[in-house]
């Protein structure tokens, strides 16, 4: 059982730093990890990807960098919020999320960019069923790049990818 317990603990340690960002694309998207029981965590840098959307929310020609997460959500979501922050300091963060689909021409559920340099963005979770993609990228026309947290306090639903007993 113990033996269990830490293949479970260190594949949770992989997946939270396994695929750099540049492979966190719509074709390709990350999951955000469940650290600590309660909060989803996620760190990454837009600096390591390239700009995979092109338009935001159908309407924003955004020449910036974007990291693309996909979560579902379904009765067992507890997540009530989720918090974008940076320790780049001259780095203006945006966070957005789409429903469905992924892509330029596909219009935002929710953007968080509060337009100012190294401040930290918060969005509500969204709360109907269905597949998300969270986009995290620069505010449009702001250029520049950097590293981020994502925290997602409480539960997002996480489908088992994998589970064997020796």
């Given at each position: 059982?113990?033996?269990?317990?830490?293949?479970?603990?260190?594949?949770?340690?992989?997946?939270?730093?396994?695929?750099?960002?540049?492979?966190?694309?719509?074709?390709?998207?990350?999951?955000?990890?469940?650290?600590?029981?309660?909060?989803?965590?996620?760190?990454?840098?837009?600096?390591?990807?390239?700009?995979q959307l092109g338009t935001l929310c159908g309407a924003f020609s955004s020449p910036e960098n974007d990291v693309i997460y996909r979560f579902n959500i379904?009765?067992?979501?507890?997540?009530?919020?989720?918090?974008?922050?940076?320790?780049?300091?001259?780095?203006?963060?945006?966070?957005?999320?789409?429903?469905?689909?992924?892509?330029?021409?596909?219009?935002?559920?929710?953007?968080?960019?509060?337009?100012?340099?190294?401040?930290?963005?918060?969005?509500?979770?969204?709360?109907?069923?269905?597949?998300?993609?969270?986009?995290?990228?620069?505010?449009?026309?702001?250029?520049?790049?950097?590293?981020?947290?994502?925290?997602?306090?409480?539960?997002?639903?996480?489908?088992?990818?994998?589970?064997?007993?020796?």
């Open positions: 059982m113990n033996k269990n317990a830490f293949a479970i603990a260190l594949g949770l340690l992989a997946a939270a730093g396994a695929g750099s960002a540049a492979a966190q694309s719509c074709a390709s998207p990350s999951t955000i990890p469940l650290v600590g029981g309660n909060t989803h965590t996620a760190n990454g840098d837009t600096c390591a990807s390239s700009n379904d009765n067992t979501r507890t997540a009530t919020s989720i918090t974008l922050s940076t320790t780049t300091a001259t780095w203006n963060p945006a966070m957005l999320y789409l429903s469905g689909s992924c892509g330029g021409g596909v219009s935002c559920a929710d953007v968080a960019d509060s337009n100012n340099a190294g401040a930290s963005e918060t969005m509500m979770a969204p709360t109907a069923n269905g597949t998300y993609y969270l986009v995290v990228t620069s505010s449009p026309g702001s250029g520049g790049c950097g590293a981020f947290t994502l925290n997602a306090f409480g539960r997002l639903p996480v489908a088992l990818q994998n589970f064997s007993i020796d």
